[in-house]
């Protein structure tokens, strides 16, 4: 069965860190681009980041560029989003999903997780 599970989320305290973990199972992840979106209360899904298939390229939103990190263990199919200094903006559902390349469109990825909550704030 073709699914993606995130774990990892939780409350922490601006400025903090948490790495967030995203298991893909049913399908090589080495062929799919994989992206990390986060939706927040009353807000539509946004684009967080982007792992390209071969793991070569990596995108980021302005708002997270150079504070959060995504890799790839191919091995074990584990797509991971380190996440450091925190805000309480960054507070959101997070979820991962595959699409062919890494468009910055939620529309085109598919087979969404059911995702993970992650809250900032003191």
């Known amino acids: 069965q073709l699914q993606f599970v995130e774990s990892g989320g939780g409350l922490v305290q601006p400025g903090g860190s948490l790495n967030l973990s995203c298991e893909a199972s049913?399908?090589?992840?080495?062929?799919?681009?994989i992206g990390w979106f986060r939706q927040a209360p009353g807000k539509e899904r946004e684009a967080v980041a982007c792992l390209s298939y071969s793991g070569g390229i990596k995108k980021y939103s302005d708002s997270v560029k150079g504070r959060f990190i995504v890799s790839r263990n191919h091995y074990t199919k584990m797509i991971f989003l380190q996440m450091t200094s925190l805000k309480p903006e960054d507070t959101g559902i997070y979820s991962c999903?595959?699409?062919?390349?890494?468009?910055?469109?939620?529309?085109?990825?598919?087979?969404w997780g059911q995702g993970t909550q992650v809250t900032v704030s003191s």
């Open positions: 999903a595959r699409a062919r390349v890494c468009p910055s469109e939620a529309g085109s990825y598919e087979y």
């Open positions: 049913g399908f090589t992840v080495d062929y799919w681009a």
